[in-house]
């Protein structure tokens, strides 16, 4: 029960991103929430102006959170993009969603709902292809920003569907050991580049899983930009810096 118990304050962090308010409602966002006829609700952030070089970037909330808290990231994100952030299809409470369930009642860490992860997986293809078509991107220009549960989920599409995104943002997150069985083949996998971010005090996702992503991705040759940070379960403004500075490079390749 003390684990338990530490385990479960920790991962409130999980719905504090450096000072942001996740819980904050639609009309504080001043954007509609967005999703009939589709996959997923979302929040969206459109560019003044829209153009076939315009990339879809599409954010991934943590588990317990909402849709809210990474796009208040969006301001911050490159202007000419259309920023997506999706609400999570599990409901837990009130403004609490997940992409799948997890246990924490048994063992030294909490064991995660295979199936429903495997599901979200497959939503999260089907909403991109629904948002490629409705805003006109084209399909090569999708990029996942996840954080924590998010970032499972960003690693779960890009390993196993490189085709289908140009890049993964992945901070404070880990790999499922089932999608390695998944993996793309390594000629479609060596063409995605992946930015890897993580505290070196995160009490929720300690530093190992970030690491292990890094020396897993090393042994199969992957484009990686690997940083750690002096922080906990969140996103730092230098985090955010470097994020839009690979960004940058990104979105020039064609």
């Known amino acids: 029960m003390k684990y338990i118990s530490k385990f479960i304050i920790a991962l409130l962090a999980i719905i504090s991103i450096s000072g942001l308010n996740p819980q904050m409602s639609n009309a504080q966002n001043k954007s509609p929430l967005m999703g009939e006829h589709m996959a997923l609700k979302y929040l969206v952030k459109e560019p003044a102006k829209k153009t076939e070089q315009t990339h879809l970037i599409l954010l991934l909330h943590g588990y317990g959170s909402n849709e809210a808290d990474l796009f208040s990231l969006a301001a911050q994100l490159p202007g000419d993009e259309l920023i997506v952030a999706a609400r999570a299809p599990i409901t837990l409470s009130d403004n609490s969603y997940a992409w799948y369930n997890m246990n924490f009642t048994g063992g030294s860490a909490p064991n995660h709902n295979k199936e429903e992860a495997e599901k979200a997986r497959l939503i999260i293809l089907k909403f ?3 948002l490629t078509t409705k805003y006109k991107i084209h399909p090569g220009n999708v990029v996942l920003l996840g954080f924590s549960q998010g970032t499972i989920m960003s690693y779960s ?6 085709d289908k995104v140009k890049g ?4 404070s997150g880990r790999i499922l050991p089932e999608i390695k069985d998944k993996i793309a083949n390594n000629t479609q996998l060596k063409k995605l580049p992946f930015f890897i971010a993580h505290g070196t005090k995160d009490n929720v996702l300690p530093i190992n899983n970030g690491r292990d992503a890094k020396t897993y991705m090393e042994g199969l040759k992957l484009k990686i930009a690997y940083h750690e940070y002096d922080m906990a379960h969140q996103i730092l403004p230098q ?3 470097d994020i839009n500075d690979w960004l940058a490079t990104l979105l020039k390749t064609k």
Not at 168 to 171: D, T, V
Request: proline share 6%; no cysteine; aromatic share 0%.
């Open 128 to 130: 991109i292809d629904q």
């Open 157 to 162: 599409i890009g390993l196993t569907q490189p």
């Open 239 to 241: 985090e955010l810096k």
């Open 168 to 171: 993964i943002i992945a901070l």
